[in-house]
């Protein structure tokens, strides 16, 4: 079928308590996985692209999740993954991703404000969904456990006002994850999240989804999560597959098919597990 927006998927999965997976994808095999235990497992599914693989191969990434999503029955969604501009959006919608996320998290809130609003009159005029952030999600490496920069995490009292200001479909909120992988367990605030869910018109992401125990992503897909965000377990699992082949590759010169078929059995098993964790098996 052909791509979706996110809008839908995720205000369905709210009202379901479920969350939608969401997957950055960096090639070919990024998407496989993604897509196809998605149809496997009957769950929507949406693929993501961060700015650094956007700036070097849009229209190649573009054209893979156009053509997975083709090959399966369940609902795909392309997304572009913090952008830091307008102008990446703007390419973005213009290339045919289904959504975008404006990541203007690290500034102060009127220019984040300005900014989202800026992004959202030009895709929404255009069937393009929008998430953006509010509070500040960091870097795994740098994040030392409970309590740790509070001071960036969402507070409440801003987040109706902010979804009022600027009319994004999704919001990404701060609660206690980190991008990457954890030096230290984190610990979600999930009371926070109780208190951003029951202000918040729109469903919330929360990202830094590798890593984070899974009793305390249930809890907070309990409590609105409608989209999980997980990158750096599949870029494990593929550095794992192909430490394996090279470990064991006897040929000097083999086919690329065969050098990736390990690291996309364990990418595959990541995305299960993922879905699982999710809820959104058999939601399609």
């Known amino acids: ?12 999965a709210r009202a379901g308590k479920y969350a939608v997976p969401a997957f950055d994808v960096s090639n070919l095999e990024f998407v496989r996985a993604a897509v ?3 149809e496997e497992k009957r769950s929507p599914v949406i693929l993501m692209v961060v700015p650094p693989d956007a700036e070097a191969a849009m229209p190649y990434l573009v054209s893979l999740a156009r053509t997975a999503s083709e090959q399966v029955s369940v609902p795909v969604a392309l997304h572009l993954d913090h952008s830091p501009s307008f102008e990446l959006c703007q390419r973005a919608v213009d290339a045919g991703f289904t959504s975008v996320m404006i990541d203007g998290s690290s500034l102060p809130y009127a220019e984040n404000v300005a900014l989202t609003k ?4 030009y895709a929404r005029s255009r069937g393009v969904s929008v998430e953006a952030e509010l509070g500040h999600v960091g870097k795994a490496e740098v994040y030392a456990g409970e309590g740790e920069d509070e001071g960036r995490l969402t507070d ?3 987040v109706e006002r902010f979804v009022a200001e600027t009319e994004v479909d999704a919001l990404a909120v701060a609660i206690g994850t980190a991008h990457g992988i954890y030096t230290a367990e984190p610990k979600l605030d999930i009371p926070r999240l109780q208190a951003i869910n029951a202000v918040s018109k729109v ?3 929360l990202h830094g989804g590798s890593g984070t125990p899974d009793d305390q992503v249930r809890e907070a897909i309990l409590n609105g999560i409608a989209k999980l965000n997980i990158f750096s377990e599949l870029c494990v699992a593929l550095v794992d597959g192909l430490k394996d082949f090279l470990a064991t590759n006897k040929r000097r010169a083999p086919w690329p098919m065969y050098i990736y078929e390990k690291p996309l059995e364990l990418m595959k098993d990541v995305v299960r ?7 959104s098996a058999g939601k399609a």
């Open 36 to 38: 196809e235990v998605a």
């Open 156 to 158: 409440p009292a801003d």
């Open 273 to 279: 597990r993922k879905i699982d964790l999710c809820g």
């Open 203 to 205: 469903p919330l992401v």
């Open 118 to 121: 800026k992004v959202v009159a």
């Open 1 to 12: 079928m052909a791509l979706v927006s996110i809008k839908e998927l995720l205000e369905k």
